[in-house]
């Protein structure tokens, strides 16, 4: 499986131990950014991440922040992303199961490793479930670009 991972200054340390980490679990992991520590905007490289997923050049994004709740606004402007902050295993599950989520954020300051790692393996092994589901999703992809006055 192909990952993108990104991050703002605050979630650095976090996504860079997370891109060994699912390198050593056999994921092939492409790093959107950014380099080094110093202070970023995280919608730029939210949409960095994101246009690789739409692309199809990527199967899953992981995004990283101070909350995660950046990242994911940011993430769900782009056309095909359906992100979503996790906070433990059951939601990466059921964000895949039921809404077949390709985006999953994280909040470095609010979660420790072992959580984020956990939940992770979680979001990527899971797959969607369709059926029922695959309506409400489909509804949810026409919600991109619309423009309500």
């Known amino acids: 499986m192909n990952v993108v991972i990104a991050s703002d200054h605050a979630g650095f340390a976090v996504k860079e131990a997370l891109r060994h980490w699912l390198k050593e679990k056999g994921y092939h992991v492409e790093d959107a950014g950014p380099f080094d520590d110093g202070r970023v905007d995280y919608p730029d490289f939210a949409a ?4 690789r997923l739409r692309k199809g050049l990527a199967h899953r994004a992981v995004l990283v922040c101070g909350s995660g709740i950046g990242m994911a606004m940011s993430a769900n402007k782009v056309a095909g992303c359906r992100a ?3 906070h433990n295993e059951w939601e990466a599950e059921m964000s895949r199961r039921h809404n077949d989520a ?4 994280f909040g470095a300051r609010s979660m420790g490793p072992d959580v984020i790692q956990a939940s992770l393996l979680r979001f990527l092994a899971t797959e969607f479930e369709g059926g029922r ?3 409400r999703v489909a509804k949810m992809n026409q ?3 619309l423009k309500i006055d």
């Not at 960095?48 to 246009?51: E, I």
């Open 84 to 86: 979503v902050v996790i």
């Open 48 to 51: 960095q991440a994101c246009d």
């Open 133 to 135: 589901h695959a309506q």
């Open 102 to 105: 390709n985006v999953a954020c």
């Open 143 to 145: 919600l991109d670009g």
